[in-house]
């Protein structure tokens, strides 16, 4: 383990202003995106859409580094280009996503533990290869009716730590994410208690599994209100939360937090992330607060890709135009 290059990739990742682009989603979850704009989902159809989005000019201005589905790290242009070249000669860093996904947790019935870590040191070794230099796990805790349990915390943020020790053994930068979903209709504060005992737990773990905190990034949810709350907190309830519940839980030695959208509006997405950046000026905090959005930064670009290849200009300027908000906003400096 190289853990001055681990550092040196992760503070590269959040460096001035910039933030992730999450482009990894699942064969499922994208057939789920380009049903909303009629287009079927096939390889080809999937690195069409995903090579526009990496050849979108002045992209690397804002982007540092593109989380990659297993599919489209083995993927190349229609010259012949692989993508993750095309990436890297943009002066952004490929990563991967390496969890297979969030599993029913026996026997808490609808909670779920992230699977994924059997044969995982292999895969390292030959995602390294390729050329990824991070990479993602994905832990799903919902809120409701005395969940998230302890077992699922606990669960989930073993197999978090788990993974990420092997990332590290293996010179990739951990991304760790346990996402806290907004689904429900819970308050701001109960996002808040259960951010707070998720974040505890999964940092506990990091430690018990030697995992160096230089050299990982953290990627959690906003503390916000549940999608179905009556009463929704605005920009700077949300700001004050969620850095407050950071303040308490995330040590000093991570060098950044990477917001998930986790289905924000991506203006909601972008001004939460100013409000959060804004606050950060006034009171300090000791982390780079950025972004690894991936429905926020891509919702505006697919529409307007519309599953035509003819389009794909308009698609790079929404795309151009979402990554440059979202960046000014991991800059407290956004202007709706
Ligand atoms: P969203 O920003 O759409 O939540 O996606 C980020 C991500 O990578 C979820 O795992």
Redesign the pocket.
């Known amino acids: 383990m190289n853990v001055e290059q681990l550092a040196t990739t992760a503070q590269a990742l959040v460096a001035d202003g910039k933030g992730l682009l999450?482009a990894?989603e699942s064969t499922g979850t994208i057939k789920k995106r380009f049903d909303q704009i009629n287009t079927e989902s096939t390889e080809r159809s999937r690195r069409d859409y995903r090579h526009l989005l990496f050849t979108t000019p002045g992209a690397a201005e804002h982007i540092s580094g593109v989380?990659l589905f297993d599919e489209t790290i083995r993927q190349e242009s229609p010259d012949g280009k692989p993508l993750v070249k095309i990436l890297q000669d943009a002066g952004m860093i490929p990563g991967i996503k390496v969890d297979s996904g969030a599993k029913p947790l026996a026997p808490h019935g609808v909670e779920k533990v992230t699977e994924g870590l059997d044969g995982l040191r292999e895969r390292f070794q030959e995602y390294y290869k390729l050329g990824a230099r991070f990479a993602?796990w994905?832990g799903v805790y919902d809120i409701g009716d005395g969940r998230p349990s302890r077992a699922c915390i606990s669960a989930n943020a073993h197999a978090l730590a788990r993974y990420a020790a092997l990332a590290q053994e293996n010179d990739i930068v951990p991304v760790v994410?346990p996402?806290v979903l907004m689904d429900g209709s819970h308050t701001i504060a109960d996002c808040e208690r259960a951010t707070e005992a998720v974040l505890r737990a999964v940092f506990a773990e990091l430690a018990e599994q030697g995992v160096v905190l230089e050299g990982m990034l953290l990627?959690p949810n906003m503390v916000i209100s549940g999608k179905d709350c009556p009463q929704q907190a605005g920009p700077d309830e949300v700001a004050k939360a969620t850095v407050n519940c950071f303040k308490r839980v995330v040590p000093a030695a991570v060098p950044g937090i990477v917001f998930?959208?986790?289905?924000q509006g991506d203006e909601e997405?972008t001004v939460n992330l100013n409000a959060i950046n804004r606050l950060k000026a006034e009171e300090g905090a000791p982390w780079a607060l950025s972004f690894?959005?991936?429905?926020?930064?891509q919702q505006a670009a697919l529409k307007a890709w519309g599953g035509k290849n003819d389009n794909a200009d308009s698609a790079r300027a929404a795309f151009r135009e979402r990554a440059k908000a979202t960046s000014a906003a991991a800059q407290g400096r956004y202007a709706a």
Request: aromatic share 6%.
């Open positions: 999450a990894d989380i993602k994905r994410e996402e990627k998930l959208s986790g289905g997405a690894s959005y991936g429905r926020a930064l």
